[in-house]
């Protein structure tokens, strides 16, 4: 875990609470977390989602494990401490989306149980800005597409690259992956559709409170 390297900082509260902030907005925030192996669909049904989401005037924002590697992670590589650290570093900026009324879908291959667990414990555990006392909904989300299946895929040829040895360190290879023991939802994309994806996470969200249906 991170360690808190500043000293002589204070946290300072702002004027309202967050449920005064999503009550004013109309909005209710939460983070839906996409995890699976690389090629599963993470992306394809989390971008789904969000176009759904944002045509239905809720207010939603999608994070891609690339695409934060090109910018806010660019300094980190994929050994188990970078790897930690990545997923660490957007669990808090999920954390910060979720607080400000928005729907944070995440979408990272996220490998390790516990760098998972982390981020569900920085969600549950900050009651900063709410009155009641609560955390923030960290919906866990498994794309649970067979290894097989992700390598027939391969759209960007990693696999390809890791059973010829070409790439060190890739998750399905020679590095594991640990799936999750009680995910909030399990998507088959091997047997459901995208449209039927989208579906079952609008149930979640609308089961939690998050969004009306």
Request: glycine share 10%; aromatic share 8%.
């Amino acid at each position: 875990m991170s360690v808190q390297k500043a000293t002589n900082i204070h946290w300072h509260a702002g004027n309202i609470t967050r449920e005064e902030r999503w009550a004013a907005l109309k909005a209710r925030g939460c983070t839906m977390w996409f995890t699976g192996l690389s090629a599963s669909g993470k992306s394809t049904i989390a971008s789904a989602l969000e176009q759904h989401l944002v045509s239905r005037g809720v207010h939603c924002y999608r994070l891609d494990g690339d695409n934060i590697r090109f910018g806010l992670n660019k300094n980190l590589g994929f050994s188990a401490e970078d790897r930690a650290e990545n997923i660490r570093r957007i669990g808090e900026v999920a954390k910060l989306f979720a607080d400000s009324g928005c729907v944070a879908l995440t979408s990272f291959i996220s490998p390790y149980r516990k760098d998972r667990d982390l981020c569900r414990e920085l969600h549950e555990k900050d009651k900063a800005g709410a009155s009641g006392g609560g955390g923030m909904p960290f919906l866990e989300v498994f794309v649970d597409t067979p290894i097989e299946v992700c390598e027939l895929r391969d759209p960007k040829g990693l696999y390809k690259k890791a059973r010829a040895g070409e790439l060190k360190g890739f998750t399905g290879i020679d590095d594991p992956y640990e799936a999750p023991l009680k995910p909030e939802l399990v998507l088959k994309p091997e047997r459901m559709s995208v449209e039927e994806s989208v579906v079952a996470c609008l149930d979640l969200l609308a089961a939690r409170g998050v969004i009306t249906r």
